[in-house]
């Protein structure tokens, strides 16, 4: 069954799932870029491939022809100049296609050879005790915590500690006056592995003006990659925990714990525990 609409487009059904499904796949491009240099790009393409599927409609063949030159040949500086949003785009697949399964290695993993690079309870403590400390005293903080993605060019960027992690480390390490206070320090496996390490700083320009360069440096690495950041204002000494390129305000050092526990999936695990630890005790 065909539909005429304006006597030159006829339609058919499959014609209309087409667009539904081509619009449906604009609207998930115009949310992923939305907020950044790249928005007025996309729509101006999206104008000239207006212009080209209507002059083919009308047959104008000689526009028809410019626009699908312009189009093809834009295609190459497409990925130049999408190239930031490309690269998130497909860490985000390869992401979404290995995730963690109730907190083991996924199978993907296993094949791989990847290890599990949690932190323990007790470093997790060090380091929610030193972040409460250094908001108490406005002492700026960019704290990196790694999941599976690997940070080898950010810790590059830096200088190598490889100590274990304690409060008192972490705040030496943040003092205003220390050598290595102006960068990130990225903790994996109960280890500060690296510290002074420059970040890639995020290129939205709808974040609101009260953050600063750590947090627009927080949030350009987990748009990036699958890490997961803390944030201590050294203005205001609130504390952020920065994860998937949104920012949440932690009011507190409990607060903050449970942002952490929930993104490595140790609630979970806690809650699971206390049941299993129930039913036993009821037997």
Known sequence: MALDILGFLHL???????????ALIIYVIFRWIQGTSAMNIFIAILFLFLIRIVAGAINMKMLSSLMGTV????????????????????????RSASLRAGGKLSFLDRILGKN???????????????????????????????RKDDLERILETGDRVDARVSRRLLCNLFFKNSPLHDGAVVISADR????????????????????GMRHKAA??????????????????GTISFVKEGKIIAVSDASELKKCIDGSLGKTADRQSERRSGGRRKKA
């Open 116 to 146: 599990s690079a949690e932190v323990g309870d007790q470093s997790l403590t060090e380091i929610i005790e030193a972040c409460r400390k250094m908001s108490q005293e406005r002492t700026g903080a960019l704290i990196v915590i790694p």
């Open 219 to 236: 949030i350009g690495l987990t748009e990036e990659s699958d890490a997961e950041v803390i944030v201590v204002s050294e203005q205001t």
């Open 71 to 94: 189009i093809d040949v834009g295609a190459i500086a497409l990925v130049v100049i999408f190239q930031p949003e490309i690269r998130q785009f497909l860490n985000r697949v390869g």
């Open 12 to 22: 058919s059904w499959v014609d209309f799932l087409d667009i539904l499904v081509v």
């Open 192 to 211: 500060i592995v690296a510290a002074r390490c420059t970040l890639p700083v995020t290129s939205r320009t709808d974040i609101p003006s009260h953050y």
